[in-house]
Each structure stands twice: as structure tokens, then as C-alpha cells.
């Protein structure tokens, strides 16, 4: 029972244009969202989080938007940059009653000139 | 600053060995975990620990085993290696009370069973 869900295994944007990376849930107990990026051959670092009594998060080019009706959330990146090339894990945690860090499959981003 | 490291970075066993998966940390965190990334799996929780002599079970524990006698520390057993266990493991640790801070990963270690 996948609890958190990235629907695209891949994601290939140009240079300069907007990335949208997308998240699920299913628990309703979630209240803090992650994003992790990852290299290959590297661990997972921390990019940016939202907890749940927020709808917007931003980061310079990085922005979370969560929407908790829909327990949905997306990562939206502007602009792209080759170097964003990476695959994003989006996590979940109910803070309030576990330790416990839920991860997605992740999305493959590669950003092309 | 080290950060976490993870050893070794690379490891094949045949079915039914057994071996130990160093991990450590120097920030003094008192949280630390396992994770393993499989294809198509993300990354799942394995053990985790929240201080030395704490420690509790995650999303697949199964086939695996933790102790944590120091704050630095945080080993992974595998009793009896199955080609199933033949994935990517990665060691985070991060500062308490929340998990939910940022958690710091090792490099990883890719472990192969035949």
C-alpha cells in the first residue's frame, strides 16, 4: 500500500521553462511534506518542505504547493537548469504520531538545453 | 565535517551470508535510520532509532537488525543475506525531537546477493 505517490517515473523539461514535479497521499494523518533531490551514486540531500497549515512554500527557484483537500502536492521549479537534472523524492509525515518518514517513488527530471 | 558515512560502498554476498552495514555520524544527531531504494520502490524505511539504546521498526524490517550503543553509530545486520535484499541502502541521521527535520544521507551502499 504505496501511502505516497509520484505518478510520473520521468519528467523532461528545456532550459529556462518551468518544472512541475506531483505527489500523493493517502493518509489523511499526514502534516509535513518533504522534497529530497538525488544524484546518482549520491544519497538523497533535503530541498525544501511545507507543514500542513501552509498551502505555499518557496525557496528561490523552488516552490511547494500543497493542497490538502485534494492531498495532493507539487514542486515547481523556475527556472530549470541542467544542473536541476536529478530524481526528486517527495516524503510525508504525521509528526504529530510517528517518527516515521514515508517516501514516494520519485520522478526523474532531466532538464535539456 | 564528515557528515554521515556509510561502509563499504560496495558488497556482494552469496545467499545465506551474514554482514554488517556501518554507518556514522558526526553532528551529534539523535536521530538515525536505514532506508533501502529498490526500482520503482522509492525509498522505504527499514529501522530507525531516536537515541543510543532506541530503536524501533520501520516500513520492512524483516531480515534486517539494529542496535544503537553510541550517539555516532548505527549499524544494519543482515542475518542470513537473501537475493531479495539486494538493493541500495542509505544511512540518515537528523537532530531531535523531529524526524521530519532535515535528515542528512549517506553515500549508500549497494549490496548485491547471488
Known amino acids: 500500500d504505496q501511502q505516497v505517490k509520484q505518478n510520473s517515473p520521468s519528467l523532461s523539461v528545456q532550459e529556462g521553462r518551468i518544472s512541475i514535479l506531483n505527489c500523493d497521499y493517502t493518509?489523511?494523518?499526514?502534516?509535513?511534506f518533504l522534497w529530497y533531490k538525488k544524484y546518482p551514486a549520491e544519497g538523497p540531500t533535503f530541498l525544501i518542505s511545507i507543514s500542513s497549515i501552509k498551502d505555499k512554500n518557496e525557496d528561490g527557484r523552488f516552490t511547494v504547493f500543497l493542497n490538502k483537500s485534494a492531498k495532493h502536492l507539487s514542486l515547481h521549479i523556475v527556472p530549470s537548469q541542467p544542473g536541476d537534472s536529478a530524481v526528486y523524492f517527495c516524503a510525508a509525515s504525521a509528526r504529530r504520531y510517528t517518527d516515521k518518514l514515508i517516501f514516494g517513488t520519485g520522478t526523474r527530471l532531466q532538464v535539456f538545453p | 565535517n564528515a557528515g554521515v558515512t556509510q561502509t563499504p560502498k560496495f558488497q556482494v554476498l552469496k545467499t545465506g551470508q551474514s554482514m554488517t552495514l556501518q554507518c556514522a555520524q558526526d553532528?551529534?544527531?539523535?536521530?538515525m535510520s536505514w532506508y533501502r531504494q529498490d526500482p520503482g520502490m522509492g525509498l522505504r524505511l527499514i529501522h530507525y532509532s531516536v537515541g543510543a539504546g532506541i530503536t524501533d521498526q520501520g516500513e520492512v524490517p524483516n531480515g534486517y537488525n539494529v542496535s544503537r550503543s553510541t550517539t555516532e553509530d548505527f549499524p544494519l545486520r543482515l542475518l542470513s543475506a537473501a537475493p531479495s535484499q539486494t538493493s541500495v541502502y542509505f544511512c540518515a541521521s537528523s537532530s531531535w525531537p523531529s524526524s521530519t527535520d532535515t535528515q542528512y544521507f549517506g553515500p549508500g551502499t549497494r549490496l548485491t546477493v547471488l
Open positions: 553532528m551529534n544527531h539523535e536521530y
Open positions: 493518509n489523511s494523518m499526514f502534516d509535513y
